[in-house]
């Protein structure tokens, strides 16, 4: 049996009451054989690897019933656990100001005629400009915090908070809607939080923000380019004018054309100008051309006034972007700063798949299912908490950051996960930690698990 070591548990007792004591116990084997387990993760081989002084038994199941009831009848909710998560990560970690909220949507690969909730949905990995491809699957929403490290400017991380699942078929909620009830929950948990929203262009539809309390959440998002916007200023009516009175002035330029409407111009005065901007994206310092303006857009926000950026790479590595958000008094470096972060979001994705393999466990009941993926995210915020807050000054992390090769970063999901794997190992099988008969069963201990990873 695995020991978890005393930094983890501090983290991981801070979420004990959203189970009863006896999942409790379960949720702590579970994750300590999710971190340890070498292989392909599906239930069975977790929770092999959270009892490596057992030799593999795959004749029977019994032995491992525990773990599949923990999903399938545990008494325990994915909200339940998310509010005690997002607890834990607002208290462990420092923010200043309004807290930024990341939102998308992504496909997990599975299979089989009696899994529930599966659909055909669009795979955007696999897709190109021309070609859009689909694939069997579930489609998550996720909800997470961005966070940026105080001590460094490079990388700015995506902690999941909730997830929900778009069924396929007519009359399911839309993403947006599902996006819209976790914000809903979020704001419910924080009554005196402040929070930007940071969506894609899919996200950017009256579903999610006709109805936003705009005190509370800022939106920063991707508008269409040929967006329908007029001018926030109402002309005053004309005496004896008859008819009723306008609510919104004349028609603006939509982005795309904002932008040709200022490559036209010649002279250094005027509304539409390029202007020069310095902004550090991506994990780099870029020098950017912006050009904004203030517009409503009445198919989406109503009469809400918004502040439109067209951002523009001198260098054209990029194609003209079109960023819009709800405060009008914000600068425009900051809308392209936190636009910018949505790329955290898809680094979460790309490392709950390839590196805790979140695809691989083949559940097919409802209950199992609105479970497993969410638990999963939630351990995920739970290992990146541990390790921005003392894991990276562990001496196992010190070791591994000095043999860590130019093409790694000692950020990423996956180094954290060795440096707690490892942390495990050290704390587990020690000189001093057992007697001659001890030592010599965790040596048959070490054999299996490696029998586990052949």
């Given at each position: 049996?695995?020991?978890?070591?005393?930094?983890?548990?501090?983290?991981?007792?801070?979420?004990?009451a959203?189970?009863?004591?006896?999942?409790?116990?379960?949720?702590?084997?579970?994750?300590?054989?999710?971190?340890?387990?070498l292989g392909?993760?599906?239930?069975?081989?977790?929770?092999?690897?959270?009892?490596?002084q057992?030799?593999p038994?795959?004749?029977?199941?019994?032995g491992?019933?525990?773990y599949?009831?923990?999903?399938?009848?545990?008494?325990?909710?994915?909200?339940?656990l998310?509010?005690?998560?997002?607890?834990?990560i607002?208290?462990?970690?420092t923010?200043?100001g309004?807290?930024?909220?990341?939102?998308?949507?992504?496909?997990a690969?599975?299979?089989?005629?009696?899994?529930?909730?599966?659909?055909?949905?669009?795979?955007?990995?696999?897709?190109?400009?021309?070609?859009?491809?689909t694939?069997?699957?579930?489609n998550?929403?996720?909800?997470?915090?961005?966070y940026?490290l105080?001590?460094s400017?490079r990388?700015?991380f995506?902690?999941?908070?909730?997830?929900?699942l778009?069924?396929?078929?007519?009359?399911?909620?839309?993403?947006?809607?599902?996006a819209k009830?976790?914000?809903a929950?979020?704001?419910?948990?924080?009554p005196?939080?402040?929070?930007?929203?940071?969506g894609?262009?899919?996200?950017a539809c009256?579903?999610?923000?006709?109805?936003?309390?705009?005190?509370?959440v800022?939106?920063?998002?991707?508008?269409?380019?040929?967006?329908?916007?007029?001018?926030?200023?109402?002309?005053?009516?004309?005496?004896?004018?008859?008819g009723?009175?306008?609510?919104?002035?004349?028609k603006?330029?939509?982005?795309?054309?904002?932008?040709?409407?200022?490559?036209?111009?010649?002279?250094?005065v005027?509304?539409?100008?390029?202007?020069?901007?310095?902004?550090v994206i991506?994990?780099?310092?870029?020098?950017?051309r912006?050009?904004?303006?203030?517009?409503?857009?009445?198919?989406?926000?109503?009469?809400?006034?918004?502040?439109?950026?067209?951002?523009r790479?001198?260098?054209?590595?990029?194609?003209?972007?079109?960023l819009?958000?709800?405060?009008?008094?914000?600068?425009?470096?900051?809308?392209?700063?936190?636009?910018?972060?949505?790329?955290?979001?898809e680094?979460?994705?790309r490392a709950?798949?390839?590196?805790?393999?979140?695809?691989?466990?083949?559940?097919?009941s409802?209950?199992?299912?609105?479970?497993?993926?969410?638990?999963?995210?939630?351990m995920?915020?739970?290992?990146?908490v541990w390790?921005?807050?003392?894991?990276?000054t562990s001496?196992?992390?010190?070791?591994?950051r000095?043999?860590?090769?130019?093409?790694?970063?000692?950020?990423?999901?996956?180094h954290?996960?060795?440096?707690?794997?490892?942390?495990?190992?050290?704390?587990?099988?020690?000189?001093?930690?057992?007697?001659?008969?001890?030592?010599?069963?965790?040596?048959?201990?070490?054999?299996?698990?490696?029998n586990?990873a052949?």
């Amino acid at each position: 049996m695995w020991s978890m070591i005393d930094s983890l548990h501090t983290i991981v007792d801070d979420l004990a009451a959203a189970y009863t004591y006896p999942s409790f116990t379960t949720a702590c084997q579970v994750l300590l054989g999710w971190v340890m387990c070498l292989g392909k993760h599906t239930l069975s081989r977790v929770a092999q690897s959270a009892q490596p002084q057992t030799p593999p038994d795959n004749s029977q199941r019994h032995g491992l019933d525990g773990y599949y009831n923990f999903f399938e009848r545990s008494a325990w909710t994915p909200v339940g656990l998310a509010y005690h998560v997002a607890v834990l990560i607002l208290s462990r970690l420092t923010f200043g100001g309004r807290i930024t909220l990341l939102v998308d949507d992504t496909l997990a690969h599975k299979r089989g005629q009696s899994v529930w909730g599966l659909g055909w949905w669009r795979d955007a990995v696999a897709s190109t400009k021309k070609r859009v491809a689909t694939a069997s699957g579930h489609n998550w929403v996720v909800l997470a915090v961005a966070y940026c490290l105080p001590f460094s400017n490079r990388p700015v991380f995506a902690l999941p908070l909730l997830a929900r699942l778009h069924l396929p078929g007519k009359g399911q909620p839309s993403c947006a809607s599902l996006a819209k009830a976790m914000l809903a929950e979020v704001l419910q948990w924080f009554p005196h939080h402040a929070f930007t929203l940071v969506g894609d262009g899919a996200y950017a539809c009256k579903e999610l923000l006709g109805e936003l309390d705009h005190e509370r959440v800022v939106f920063v998002g991707r508008l269409r380019g040929d967006a329908c916007v007029y001018d926030p200023q109402v002309p005053k009516a004309k005496k004896g004018q008859r008819g009723p009175k306008a609510k919104k002035g004349p028609k603006l330029p939509t982005p795309k054309e904002a932008a040709a409407k200022a490559d036209r111009t010649r002279t250094s005065v005027g509304d539409w100008l390029w202007r020069s901007i310095a902004v550090v994206i991506y994990g780099q310092s870029r020098n950017l051309r912006v050009l904004s303006y203030q517009a409503v857009w009445p198919r989406v926000l109503g009469l809400r006034p918004l502040q439109i950026v067209v951002v523009r790479d001198p260098q054209r590595r990029m194609k003209d972007c079109y960023l819009f958000t709800t405060d009008v008094q914000a600068s425009v470096p900051w809308v392209v700063t936190q636009f910018a972060w949505r790329w955290a979001i898809e680094v979460l994705f790309r490392a709950s798949k390839q590196v805790l393999d979140i695809e691989a466990p083949k559940h097919w009941s409802e209950a199992s299912v609105a479970k497993v993926a969410p638990w999963v995210w939630s351990m995920q915020s739970v290992i990146m908490v541990w390790y921005l807050t003392v894991g990276h000054t562990s001496p196992e992390a010190l070791e591994l950051r000095a043999v860590m090769g130019d093409w790694d970063s000692e950020w990423s999901l996956r180094h954290m996960l060795q440096v707690l794997r490892r942390a495990i190992l050290n704390a587990t099988i020690n000189p001093n930690s057992a007697d001659q008969a001890q030592l010599t069963e965790m040596v048959q201990t070490l054999r299996n698990w490696a029998n586990l990873a052949a």
